[in-house]
């Protein structure tokens, strides 16, 4: 079936609003059976995806969209106009069995597999995915290799790459409107290994980047305070639904577990003792469940705390949760950089101190800032943002895919 589509990928025409790199890559995707499309903001990876599904489309093919995350399977759905689903959701998990339905022996019905996100993709969920995909379906992992690993084991993204395996189209261009956005100028300076350009004073456009300097702890949490009392008037964005606050580490005064304390205090004050939920708190899903269906990362909003039961608003739908129960939920009014991928935000505050040493990287700054579209605002040290531009960590991966992936194509 591939080799007739190869022959229809000849024929096909494609926009000519498409760079020759994105005809390349609608093209590539309906000759190969496993195709990499990777690239940072603004490079129209989103545009190259839609073009690849209208193409398969075209052909009568049937896609199939999905993600590691429901934030990044929502996103995609929005990008492209079609159904995108969780992976887990994609391929039926069974929480009697604990395995997913859908594999080898039960594959799915479609001529094409698209996973967004793929930067996010650990092994254990890569292998079940592929044996979910029949021989004759194509596979196009899509995502920004630039961004953090996976929190689980194993680089699936990577270590495709690193194989040679397979044809890997690397968006570089910046596009014209996307160089207005200092969010995008921004990340790709600190690919560059240098500090972004913060937007002009007095000046706003299609993507601001601000930075508000200070070294004292107790002054960056009330410059955190101020800057989300600000925001509203500002950007006309609601500062607990449309700005997260990110940082790199859980603990400290500038770690996720502090912050939130000060920010519920500030966003949603209320009796009862610190960090417990009550309503109007927004909350965060620590691990998969699968009979609620929330997911690790998921966000929702305390609707109410009754009769020891707290009730939460997910996209997913309302879910409840006895005391006990209590420990799977987090406050979110900020969380981890790595808790953060796959989702997308109006705004970002991202605060960076000389404590993060240990785990100040490009890939995490990188990270955070890309997350955001019309605003993000560093608060800390400059200092903290120049070591993290300039450290380079490798990540590396001991799973040795990309070795197995060779000696299998000799």
Known sequence: PRAGRAEAARELKVSDLLSDQQKEAVRLSLQSGLMVLTGGPGTGKTTTLQAIVEAHEKLDLRVTLCAPTGRAAKRMSEASGKEAKTIHRLLEWNPVTAGFSRGAEEPLATDLVVVDEASMLDLSLGRSLLDAIPKSASLVLVGDVDQLPPVGAGQLLREVIRADVAPVIRLQTVFRQAQESAIVRGAHALLEGQVPTPTSRGEKGSG???????????????????????????????????????????????????????????????????????????????????????????IGW???????????????????????????LTLAYATTIHKSQGSEFPAVVLVLHGAHHVLLSRALVYTAVTRAK?????????????????????????????????????
């Open 208 to 298: 601001d980047l601000f930075l508000i300097r200070s070294r004292d702890p107790e002054t960056i949490i009330d410059k955190v305070r101020s800057t989300l009392q600000r925001i509203p008037t500002a950007y006309g964005l609601d500062a607990k639904r449309d700005v997260q606050v990110l940082v790199p580490m859980r603990r400290g005064p500038l770690g996720t577990e502090n912050l939130n304390t000060e920010l519920q205090a500030a966003l949603n004050p209320g009796r009862g003792a610190q960090g417990a939920f009550r309503a109007g708190d927004k909350v965060m899903q620590l691990r998969n469940d699968y009979e609620r269906e929330v997911f690790n990362g998921d």
């Open 302 to 328: 305390v609707q109410s705390v009754m009769d020891g039961v707290t009730y939460v608003d997910f996209e997913s739908g309302r879910r409840s949760y006895k005391t006990e129960e209590l420990d799977a």
């Open 374 to 410: 019309r605003l993000v605002v560093i608060v800390g040290d400059p200092r903290a943002v120049a070591r993290a531009a300039r450290t380079t960590d490798t990540y590396e991966s001991y799973c040795r895919l990309a070795e197995r992936l060779q000696a299998k194509r000799a």
